[in-house]
Nanobody, 126 residues
Framework: QVQLVESGGTAVQAGGSLRLSCAAS????????MGWFRQAPGKEREFVGA?????????TYADSVKGRFTISRDNAKNTVYLQMNSLKPDDTAVYYC??????????????????WGQGTQVTVSS
């Protein structure tokens, strides 16, 4: 069982930066693939980015955030991060961290993840 707790969400002006953190419990964190999703009001939860399990990990991003957002992980701290730069009002959403037991492959859909955090609100004003 893995529990995920996101933090770092807040209100920011367009063009600003934020770093979200996702702290995970559980001894097997190193083996888990991790992902970030977001959900804006009235919209479906959408993929933001993902990282595989290892220190030589692979990452992938949604086109809408590519070049602006970066995922990293610190397995020693059981934490994954989402660095968000050049924020836009369209980035406003609740951001969710997710974990999957199969950490070898990149996963970009909600159904591929086994555990979810409660989310953290990011609001970007123009």
């Amino acid at each position: 069982q893995v529990q995920l707790v996101e933090s770092g969400g807040t209100a920011v002006q367009a063009g600003g930066s934020l770093r979200l953190s996702c702290a995970a419990s559980g001894r097997a964190f190193n083996n888990y693939g991790m992902g970030w999703f977001r959900q804006a009001p009235g919209k479906e939860r959408e993929f933001v980015g993902a990282v595989t399990w290892s220190s030589g990990s692979m990452t992938t991003y949604a086109d809408s955030v590519k070049g602006r957002f970066t995922i990293s992980r610190d397995n020693a701290k059981n934490t994954v991060y989402l660095q968000m730069n050049s924020l836009k009002p369209d980035d406003t959403a609740v951001y969710y961290c997710a974990a999957r037991r199969n950490g070898w492959a990149i996963a970009t859909t909600k159904g591929e993840y086994d555990y979810w955090g409660q989310g953290t609100q990011v609001t970007v004003s123009s």
